[in-house]
């Protein structure tokens, strides 16, 4: 073999193909039994697979400009390309997330065809039991046999969905070979609420609202959706990437509208607080807000000052967290195998020739919305056209 590569997600299975298509001898080897199976459960079974407006802020990443190598060589319209030379229908969402017609089953049948044209072999489900170096060569020991190669491909992703076989293979496999991981943590993953705050919130589970949500830098106007449990939807799961533990999110719950202004036209009104600000929030959650901050009474009672303060607290709501949902829950991992020790051209280790890391396993985190998958592809594309 020329190459080997561990994982067969979507970015080993890029890999494996470009390298394949190459000319080069391939084995990709897989320890679960069902093939691609993050992809299967992306974008509510519809594979969420690139987005058109893919560019590097979107990325988190001790390095913001390690990815922008690989970005700039492969890029969405590439993806779609492929898509489109494979006949799948596709359509197009809000914010460019771009999306399967039919099923996200057609992307992996996809990528094992391209494996396949690039004569691919594979081994799955197979374990690696342990991975050495004897020389130039990588020694790949597995519970079916021992396989050797000059390439080492690592594509085993980071530890979200632990229940489809996610592990921290990769992780101790960089240690292993003497390179720095980036501590793991839960992303793009819904957030838990202290008990005091839930029993004031908690049985408003369903109720949605369009909010711009902040922290540590991060600002995203998307849904946010409360929980039994605590808060969710597309803005937390983006905020989640940027929260650390102890840390205060902001919400806006009135983005685009002047609140004070609002507030203080009707000011002389009799019409309860509650009620005015059920005419553009829900009506359940509007009540509950007045009741946490005392002010479930009509508005002329409100002095100026307080009704400032009000429309303050509506812009700059202040809501700690007590936790994320872990990595059952998280969409991805935020960390991850050190930047400074790969080259941003090839993912090629820089002190040890032959040994590649690509995919999720690599401290890259995209943002929600198919950025993730842009970074399997496009770094996956790098290694195979390296290996």
């Known amino acids: 073999m020329d190459v080997i590569v561990i994982g067969a997600g979507a970015a080993g299975m890029m890999c494996a193909a470009q390298a394949g298509r190459r000319g080069r001898r391939v ?89 396949d044209r690039g004569g691919v072999e594979w081994r799955m489900p197979c374990a690696v039991r342990e991975v050495t170096r004897e020389g130039n060569t990588f020694v790949v020991t597995t519970d079916q046999d021992t396989y050797r190669a000059p390439s080492l491909v690592v594509a085993t992703g980071g530890l979200s969905v632990p229940k489809i076989g996610a592990g921290p293979f990769g992780y101790r496999l960089a240690e292993q070979f003497g390179l720095k991981v980036v501590a793991p943590r839960p992303a793009l993953v819904p957030l838990s609420l202290a008990p005091a705050t839930l029993a004031r919130f908690g049985d408003l589970s369903g109720i949605s609202i369009d909010a711009q949500v902040s922290c540590n830098g991060g600002r995203f106007r998307e849904k946010l959706l409360l929980t039994h449990r605590g808060l969710s939807g597309p803005a937390i799961l983006q905020i989640s990437s940027y929260w650390r533990g102890g840390d205060f999110i902001e919400i806006d719950l009135l983005p685009g509208r002047d609140a004070e202004t609002w507030l203080l036209a009707a000011q002389s009104s009799r019409t309860q607080l509650d009620n005015l600000l059920a005419q553009v929030l829900p009506r359940r959650f509007a009540q509950q807000w007045c009741a946490a901050h005392d002010s479930a009474r009509p508005l002329n009672r409100f002095s100026h000052s307080a009704l400032k303060t009000l429309a303050h607290g509506l812009h700059h709501w202040q809501v700690q967290p007590s936790g994320t949902l872990g990595y059952n829950k998280a969409e991805v991992t935020l960390g991850g195998v050190d930047t400074g020790g790969l080259s941003s051209k090839t993912m090629e280790t820089k002190t040890l020739p032959g040994l590649f890391f690509i995919g999720e396993v690599v401290d890259v985190t995209g943002h929600l919305g198919g950025f993730n998958f842009q970074w399997a592809w496009a770094s996956g594309y790098a290694a195979g056209q390296a290996v």
Request: aromatic share 8%; net charge negative; charged share 20%.
């Open 27 to 115: 084995l990709l080897i897989e320890h679960y039994h069902k093939l691609g199976e993050k992809i299967r459960i992306s974008g509510g079974g519809r594979c969420n697979f690139t987005n058109l407006h893919c560019a590097p802020e979107h990325f988190l990443s001790q390095n913001p400009h390690f990815c922008r190598s690989a970005l700039a060589r492969y890029t969405p319209q590439d993806f779609v390309a492929l898509v489109e030379r494979h006949g799948i229908a596709y359509h197009e969402k809000t914010l460019g997330q771009m999306f399967c017609d039919d099923s996200s089953q057609q992307i992996i049948d996809m990528l094992k065809n391209e494996c």
